[in-house]
């Protein structure tokens, strides 16, 4: 989310595989991890970097609350094997 770094911006539209390694969930979020190509590893500000797939909110769940449930045990998530994902590099405003 918000502004890429000078260097991605020429790659905006580009298509991205990311790996689906893990499925974490808890009574406030879901999300998976992900393994993110060599090349915009450096660009990840995650620790574990991950898509958050659903949010609770009538539960109090907050977006960012996947980092945390993550963070707590980062193997401990339902191994999902490999799972491909396509994605595109954008400018997401905030």
Do not use: C
Not at 10 to 18: D, E, Q, T
Not at 23 to 33: I, L, P, S, T
Not at 67 to 75: D, K, M, R, V, Y
């Amino acid at each position: 989310m918000g502004e890429l770094p000078p260097e991605l911006k020429a790659s905006i539209g580009l298509p991205v595989k990311l790996t689906a390694t893990f499925f974490h969930a808890d009574d406030k979020v879901m999300a998976v991890q992900v393994e993110v190509p060599g090349e915009l590893r450096p660009f990840i500000k995650n620790a574990h970097p991950h898509i958050t797939v659903a949010v609770n909110r009538n539960n109090g769940g907050k977006p960012m609350m996947s980092n945390a449930l993550i963070a707590s045990n980062p193997t401990g998530g339902e191994l999902i094997g490999s799972l491909n994902l396509m994605g595109q590099i954008q400018e997401v405003p905030q």
